[in-house]
């Protein structure tokens, strides 16, 4: 009688698993459903988008390494949840008191051992390799078309371009000064403009206290230090206006400093830096932002 009992429970523990797994199934199926059908409409292209999911759109080689990587361990995370939920589920229908009174005393399994030894060496392996390289990507600056000097001021941000020798201030624009298409909080009046598809070297620097650059769209965040020159780069491979914000809590204005890249063709570029060295035009006998010598 007891043993028909335990055989009831058994097949009723199963069966209540299986339904656990379905329905779980049919959530994911519709979650997975939900992030493929929305996440290219949401995404935000240079913005962030109301109901976005994911990271804004890549326009940098650097930042589409960044979604693929993300993608990549994304979908390893999901099947090593879904793999150990699975021993989870079999553990408690099968080897719990009532199913499997008699306990078996087994101990080793040099098979088992050495399985779950190397297999999470060959995904950690697997992981390390495209880190490295996505690491290398964004550290290792090529050489550059386009200098420009950013510096983190509180609260804003002045663009210096080297090698035309002007600089000028970037502030955010207040809600009467913003146009219709224009976005609230990140539009800025001077935006930093650069040629697409050219490699802009971004050197970064504070003057009073940390400030971080980061545009999310490009895939870079650096600290701007007093006293420091931090370097960064990206290539924008597509036209439009790019925003960012400072990403270090900086003082009351931390969140009214945004970061507004134009990203145009070489020769509305051209057009610009002419019209931009007459209306910035800065006196070569100052330095622009003045550097403290780093002890
Ligand atoms: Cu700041």
């Known amino acids: 009688m007891r043993q028909g009992r335990d055989t009831i429970d058994f097949a009723e523990g199963a069966m209540t698993t299986m339904l656990v ?51 990549f361990l994304l979908w390893l995370i999901v099947a090593i949840t879904i793999f150990v939920l699975i021993l989870l589920l079999i553990i408690f229908v099968r080897f719990n008191a009532r ?60 663009y210096s371009y080297p090698d035309s020798k002007f600089e000028f201030d970037s502030l955010m624009l207040q809600d009467k000064d913003r146009k219709p298409d224009q976005p609230r909080l990140l539009a800025v009046d001077n935006e930093m403009v650069v040629p697409v598809n050219k490699v802009v070297r971004v050197q970064v620097i504070a003057a009073d206290v940390i400030h971080a650059f980061a545009v999310p769209s490009f895939g870079i965040k650096i600290d701007a230090v007093p006293g420091r020159l931090n370097e960064t780069w990206f290539k ?58 780093a002890k």
């Open 99 to 158: 199913s499997n009174p008699t306990p078996s005393k087994t101990t080793h399994n040099t098979l088992l051992e050495v399985a779950w030894t190397l297999i999470p060496v060959i995904i950690l392996v697997a992981i390390a390799v495209p880190s490295f390289k996505l690491l290398f990507l964004q550290t290792v600056i090529p050489q550059a078309d386009v200098i420009v000097k950013a510096t983190g001021k509180q609260w804003y941000w002045s």
């Open 236 to 293: 924008a491979t597509r036209e439009g206006v790019y925003y960012g914000q400072c990403s270090e809590l900086c003082g009351r204005d931390h969140a009214f400093m945004p970061i507004a890249v134009r990203v145009v063709s070489e020769r509305e570029y051209a057009a610009w830096l002419d019209q931009a060295k007459k209306k910035y035009a800065t006196d070569d006998s100052q330095p622009a932002t003045t550097l403290v010598a």
């Open 21 to 71: 797994l379905k329905r779980l199934a049919a959530v994911v199926a519709a979650i997975m459903s939900v992030l493929a059908g929305s996440e290219a409409a949401l995404a935000g292209m240079g913005q962030p988008s109301p109901w976005q999911l994911g990271f804004q759109q890549a326009a940098t080689p650097v930042m589409e390494n960044i979604v693929w990587f993300h993608d």
